[in-house]
């Protein structure tokens, strides 16, 4: 299995990204997808994930009304759609697969992850 993130950068404050994640070697439909980010010095954070039929979204307070997550599940991709940015997002962020809930928060329910794209918002 292999989960490949892409689309990190540097980014103003107030501005957009879009992070995609290219999944391989598992059967895409059949797990939820989510965001975690990890932060200099802390700890790994739920970002947001998305149902197996992309129907349903689970998102962390931090982010709401400014993050969105798509998928598509004929191009085994994940999307985060990442708007009015703050410094305090500046991490790195990978994307996971579990096979249970979307609502799961916690990464070590997660069962596969990607190896990480830094994203910088400057103030």
């Known amino acids: 299995v292999q989960l490949q993130a892409s689309g990190g950068g540097l980014v103003q404050a107030g501005g957009s990204l879009r992070l995609s994640c290219a999944a391989s070697g598992l059967t895409f439909s059949t797990y939820a997808m989510g965001w975690f980010r990890q932060a200099p010095g802390k700890g790994r954070e739920f970002v947001i994930a998305r149902s197996r039929r992309g129907d349903s979204t689970n998102y962390a307070d931090s982010v709401k009304g400014r993050f969105t997550i798509s998928r598509d599940n004929a191009k085994n991709t994940v999307y985060l759609q990442m708007n009015s940015l703050k410094p305090e997002d500046t991490a790195v962020y990978y994307c996971?697969?579990?096979?249970?809930?979307?609502?799961?928060?916690?990464?070590?329910?997660?069962?596969?992850w990607g190896q990480g794209t830094l994203v910088t918002v400057s103030s």
């Open positions: 996971a697969a579990t096979s249970g809930s979307y609502l799961v928060t916690a990464s070590t329910r997660y069962d596969y």
